[in-house]
C-alpha cells in the first residue's frame, strides 16, 4: 500500500456508506445517487459489496469506477479490503465516493475503516445511510430478536435514514415505522420513499466542509498523534493496553483488548464459545502460538470464522453487545496470554 500523507490542498472526497438488508433498495439508492452526479457532471465512484434489486449492468455509465467485493462483508473479511479500496479509488480523484454495504456489515467498523482511510488520503465520511424495507422492518419486530438488533445497530448508527416501500404500508403502519425510526434515531434526516426516490437536495452539501458528525466522532477512536492507540474512552494506550472502560454507542457497549502475546488457538476458541448472549459481535486480529498464520476472525450469533492474514497491524480484538461484564471478559482473556 503507497502512504501518502493527505494534502491540504487536494480537495476531501466525500465518502457516502448505504447499509440495509439485501431487498430494503439500497442498489435502486445507490443507482438514483449514482445518476444524480453523473448528470450534474460529476464523478462518483462506486464500492458494492452485495447486489441488491438493481442488477449491476443497470448501474448508469459514463465512466463511472466500479469496486466488486463479493467475496464477503466488507467489515470483517480480508478477502475483501474496503480500506484498500478506498485507496486505490482516492487516487482517481473521483467527486465522490459511494459504498454499498452488506446487511449483515457492522456500521461501527465500516466508519472506522473510512476514518482510518482518511488517515493516508484526503477523503471523509460525509454521510451513513441506513434504507430500512418498511414491511420487513414489521415483520422483523415479530421474528428474531438478534436479526432485529443488527438491523437497529444500523438505523441508530444513520446520518440518513430511507423508509423505503412506503406503497406497501397500511396509513397506519407508515406513521408506526416513521415514529419508531424517530425513537431510534431523532438526529438522522428522514425521507420517506417508493423505490428509495428521495428528494432533490437530500444529500446536498458532500464536500470538504460537510463532514457527517458520525466521521469526526470515530475519528477520535483511531490513532492519536502520538502514535498511541484511540479506544474511545477518552484516554490513550500504547499497544498492548487492554481497555478496561470500553465505550458506548447509543445502546452498544464495545469492549476493546490488545494483546501482548500469542494465544493458545484451542483456549481462544473455547472463550468464544463461552461468551454470553448478550456479546453478539466480536472482530479482531490474533495471533496463536500453535499455528503458524496470524488470524483475522469474527465472531457473530455463536458463529467464528477465522481467515489467515498477512496484516501488519497489530493484534487487535473487540467485543460489541449489552449488558455483560467487560471486567470478566478482560480477565479471562489476560488469562488466556498467561497459558
Not at 78 to 90: C, N, V
Not at 131 to 160: E, F, M, N, W
Not at 292 to 299: C, G, I, V
Amino acid at each position: 500500500m503507497n502512504e501518502m500523507i493527505p494534502s491540504a490542498a487536494a480537495p476531501s472526497i466525500p465518502v457516502v456508506l448505504l447499509g440495509g438488508f439485501l431487498g430494503s433498495g439500497k442498489t435502486t439508492l445507490l443507482a438514483r445517487l449514482a445518476e444524480r452526479f453523473r448528470e450534474e457532471g460529476k464523478l462518483a465512484a462506486v464500492i458494492l459489496n452485495e447486489l441488491g434489486d438493481v442488477a449491476f449492468d443497470e448501474l448508469p455509465a459514463g465512466g463511472m469506477p466500479v469496486s466488486e467485493l463479493l467475496s464477503g462483508c466488507i467489515c470483517c473479511s480480508m478477502k475483501a479490503d474496503l480500506t484498500a479500496e478506498l485507496l486505490q479509488l482516492a487516487d482517481r480523484r473521483p467527486d465522490a465516493i459511494l459504498v454499498e454495504a452488506t446487511g449483515a456489515a457492522n456500521p461501527l467498523e465500516l466508519v472506522e475503516n473510512v476514518m482510518e482511510a482518511s488517515l493516508h488520503r484526503p477523503l471523509h465520511l460525509a454521510a451513513a445511510i441506513a434504507v430500512v424495507d418498511g414491511p420487513g422492518l414489521l415483520q422483523l419486530r415479530k421474528g428474531s430478536r438478534r436479526t432485529y438488533r443488527l438491523l437497529t445497530d444500523g438505523i441508530r448508527c444513520a446520518t440518513h435514514l430511507v423508509l423505503n416501500k412506503a406503497d406497501k404500508l397500511h396509513p397506519e403502519e407508515r406513521v408506526e415505522l416513521e415514529q419508531l425510526l424517530r425513537e431510534l434515531n431523532g438526529r438522522a434526516k428522514l425521507a420517506v420513499t417508493v423505490r428509495a426516490a428521495v428528494p432533490d437536495g437530500w444529500l446536498d452539501g458532500l464536500d470538504a466542509s460537510g463532514r457527517a458528525i458520525a466521521g469526526e466522532e470515530i475519528r477520535e477512536r483511531r490513532q492519536a498523534p502520538d502514535g498511541t492507540s484511540g479506544c474511545g474512552c477518552g484516554e490513550t494506550h500504547a499497544a498492548g493496553h487492554a481497555c478496561a472502560h470500553g465505550e458506548r454507542h447509543e445502546h452498544l457497549l464495545a469492549v476493546s483488548y490488545y494483546p501482548e502475546r500469542p494465544f493458545d488457538s484451542v483456549a481462544f476458541e473455547q472463550l468464544l464459545r463461552r461468551l454470553p448472549d448478550a456479546v453478539y459481535r466480536a472482530k479482531g486480529i490474533v495471533t496463536f502460538a500453535d499455528t503458524p498464520s496470524r488470524y483475522l476472525f469474527q465472531y457473530a450469533f455463536r458463529e467464528a470464522d477465522f481467515v489467515p492474514t498477512a496484516s501488519a497491524a497489530p493484534d487487535a480484538i473487540v467485543f460489541i453487545g449489552e449488558h455483560f461484564s467487560r471486567e470478566e471478559l478482560l480477565r479471562e482473556l489476560a488469562e488466556l496470554e498467561r497459558l
